[in-house]
Nanobody, 119 residues
């Protein structure tokens, strides 16, 4: 059974930093590309950073230079380091395989990690 558990969210002031972690089980973690997605209030969920199973990364323009995705296959974890946070980064952040893992025939999503950037 797939399980993805995000942690590390919270309230942070503009310009601050946070690190999100995601632990995956029920999947062959090292064989999958992984991604961080976010869903801002009233908007669709979108992919913001991805990392292949062997390391190369892509960061979406709005987070490039501020966010860094990394992974530790030995620990089944993927991490998102976020610096210079802005109010527009406020969202619920999710990790998932790319393409998203399925459970019972539908895309599986964990509970996510909510982040609020506000003074």
């Amino acid at each position: 059974q797939v399980q993805l558990v995000e942690s590390g969210g919270g309230l942070v002031q503009p310009g601050g930093s946070l690190t999100l972690s995601c632990f995956g089980s029920g999947i062959i973690f090292s064989a999958n590309a992984m991604g961080w997605f976010r869903q801002a209030p009233g908007k669709q969920r979108k992919l913001i950073a991805s990392i292949t199973n062997f390391g190369p990364t892509i960061h979406e323009d709005s987070v490039k230079g501020r966010f860094t995705i990394s992974r530790d296959n030995a620990k089944n974890t993927v991490t998102l380091r976020m610096n210079s946070l802005k109010p527009e980064d406020t969202a619920i952040y999710y990790c998932n395989t790319i393409p998203p893992s399925k459970q019972y025939g539908v895309d599986y999503w964990g509970k996510g990690a909510p982040i609020t950037v506000s003074s």
